[in-house]
């Protein structure tokens, strides 16, 4: 298990912290995008999810670096990490991705919150885990939906919910940015535009679209498959399909249950939902609320029941999810 207090700072020579904070749910989401969007145009992301990444990186002074990495994978997820490839990095400037709580880091000048309509990333994640054999292929949506979401007493589909709503909550206490999956997918130059003015990173309109151009989705689909044919990786995880997946494929009782759970969260994030009730996920009774808090200790996360993430889990996990 990561230890996401390993990105509390980037510890590469020239930056000293983290000055931009990226955080998404860990569900095909999309935050990859803007990562490697940000890469193309000289911002670095130290230790991208919580990953060990110094021995691929050859430092060579004023801010350049080299990926030595190799073919190790990580460029179906961010294609501008080639092996070889040389960076001119922003000094000082420096985005930190995780799928962290709040409050896990200290805060960041920065905010950015990536999102995808949470009914197409849950369809997408179980796609995934069945494609990477995480679970048996013959589990069916709403099987995956039940079942345990990684070492937590929630399942993939309450998890979903009590992290939305959570972070939802944190968007009232400090400014964050939003960026949505369904728009950069319509308009990738016009959605990063947007990114880099508020996290002031000034560039020009073509560098802006040479970016997205670099991270769009048919760029990681070649590179998903190249990875493949050359046997670094055993499985294509990239689907790239087209925003509102859920309401093509599912049956109505399914899209009803999604509905329902994510009600409160899809309306912070501006998506449709014609649900009108919320549906019961669980307790926020102090036994519920202590085993997902031990949880959350148990990546190192110093958190306790009467701080301000106790109280909102404790929210996020009753049954009437009070606003």
């Not at 054999?133 to 589990?139: D, N, S």
């Amino acid at each position: 298990m990561a230890d996401p207090l390993f990105q509390a700072f980037p510890q590469q020579p020239g930056w000293p912290r983290y000055d931009i904070d990226l955080a998404s749910s860990e569900l095909p989401c999309g935050a990859a995008w803007l990562v490697n969007c940000l890469l193309e145009l000289g911002v670095p992301a130290w230790k991208a999810w919580g990953a060990s990444d110094d021995a691929r990186w050859q430092a060579l002074g004023d801010g350049r670096f080299r990926y030595v990495g190799g073919d190790d994978g990580w460029s179906r997820v961010l294609p501008a990490l080639r092996d070889g490839r040389a960076f001119d990095f922003v000094p000082g400037r420096c985005v930190r991705a995780h799928h962290a709580w709040p409050d896990t880091f200290e805060p960041t000048p920065f905010s950015l919150f990536f999102a995808r309509d949470p009914r197409d990333a849950l369809l997408s994640a179980w796609h995934r885990q069945r494609a990477l054999g995480t679970i048996p292929a013959t589990t069916g949506f709403a099987a995956f939906l039940a079942l345990p979401y990684d070492h937590y007493p929630l399942s993939w589909l309450q998890y979903t919910r009590v992290f939305l709503r959570v972070w939802q909550w944190q968007a009232r206490r400090t400014p964050i940015h939003v960026v949505r999956f369904e728009d950069y997918r319509s308009d990738a130059a016009t959605t990063l535009a947007h990114v880099l003015e508020h996290i002031g990173v000034a560039t020009d309109r073509q560098r802006i679209a040479a970016a997205a151009d670099a991270s769009s989705i048919a760029n990681v689909r070649r590179e998903d498959r190249r990875l493949v044919e050359a046997g670094v990786v055993t499985t294509r995880i990239v689907r790239g399909v087209a925003p509102g997946e859920h309401r093509r494929g599912l049956d109505p009782a399914t899209q009803r249950l999604l509905d329902a759970e994510l009600s409160a969260a899809c309306g912070w994030l501006g998506y449709a939902n014609p649900a009108t009730a919320r549906a019961a996920t669980g307790s926020g009774d102090d036994a519920s609320v202590k085993a997902v808090l031990d949880a959350i200790r148990r990546t190192g996360v110093r958190v306790r029941h009467d701080d301000w993430l106790g109280e909102a889990l404790a929210r996020a996990l009753d049954r009437d999810d009070p606003d």
